[in-house]
């Protein structure tokens, strides 16, 4: 039976177990949703984990409703379907299942469901299907599809079709406002771990360097303290990384011997710069083409500290890693008291279709010897800066 109408409604009756498909071929990436709202005033959502916060749902505990996964991933064409299993209804005041454009959300984009191919069907465990058709021709990115009512002996299915902005939706469906297209993960110890999962096919991983200018201590810098030979003279922070190549090429990228890289040949990372003060807002950035990273296997992110006496605790280092669409990923220093100058800050695995990012934090006195410590086997000269 198909509900074709905003407001038609069919009866599902009693059920052990409810599965909603969204189904589509096109290239594009839609993402299936559930959000509730209980009758004790309770707001939630089960979606993709690839969002911030996101989660698969359990089947076994409140909210009763699971999560397949995730397709589609990268706009890729197919048999894309995603499935949520629902076992209970009791308890819920308001139940919404909902499509999300992730492709032309996350662009800006603003296009229409009809464009694509996409449908959601909801199948019983006696067999009875029902299914709605994503046709609207509406501009926006999410799909309020359909909503279930329970009832005292059966429940009941609702088209309750609405295509609406997703500022409109977080604002207007219950549990939806924490929905983020990209937000912030914070590694605070070290070993902690993320996964990052791009959403998108090619474009660019940014690695960016962050540190606190006046670290050193600030002192006068006026006319006569320059005349009297005073004023002071900022940490030099340098960013750079170790990278390995699946076909097995290694090397190092950073200032120091302006090795500065390639972003369209290998080893596809490439450094935009150095700043020898920590003045410049945007700190040091490397970035890795998205693109090739089936071709990388680990990059191992280091700062060191090239002019000044090492003083950690008061440089505020950050790294942040970020990918389109994708929580930035930071990986704060912390209050350090080490007097060694080099510190290899995080390691990035590449692996499939993800990239996991691990807290490292060891220091070291040097290049060789964070080399040693990591089993790079790389040999090392002394080198300088122009």
Known sequence: MELKQKGEKADIGAFKQLKVSLI?????????????????????????DNYAGGTLGDLNQFPFIQLSGDEGVGAKSGDNREELRIVKLEGFEELYICALNFTDASSGANKVFANYDARVEVVNDRGERHSVALDSKQPGSVAVICKFVAGFISSSLVNDSEVMSLEQFRTRIPGAAEIKLASKITLAAKGDSFAIKPKVSGGELLINL?????SQGAQPTGFFSKLLGGGSKGIDLDLGCLYELRDGSKGAIQPLGNAFGSFTS?????????????????????????????????????????????????????????????????????????????????????????????????????????????????????????
Request: charge should be neutral; proline fraction near 4%.
């Open 266 to 386: 290998p080893p596809y990372v490439y450094h935009l710069g150095d700043d020898r003060t920590g003045a410049s807002a945007e700190g040091e950035n490397m970035k890795i083409n998205l693109g090739k990273a089936a071709a990388l296997k680990r990059v191992l992110i280091y700062t060191y500290i090239y002019e000044g006496v090492p003083k950690w605790s008061s440089t505020d280092a950050v790294i942040t890693v970020k990918v389109p669409a994708q929580p930035a990923v930071e990986v704060p220093m912390g209050n350090q008291q080490d007097s060694r100058g080099f510190c290899a800050i995080a390691l990035l695995e590449f692996e499939g279709t993800e990239i996991k990012v691990t807290k490292l934090v060891t220091f070291h006195k040097g290049h060789r010897e964070c080399d040693q410590s990591y089993h790079w086997g790389l040999r090392w000269v002394a080198g300088s800066k122009d």
């Open 24 to 48: 589509w071929t096109s290239a594009v990436d839609l993402d299936l949703m559930a959000f509730y709202k209980t009758k004790d005033g309770k707001v939630g959502g089960v979606y993709s």
């Open 210 to 214: 962050n540190w606190n200018q006046n």
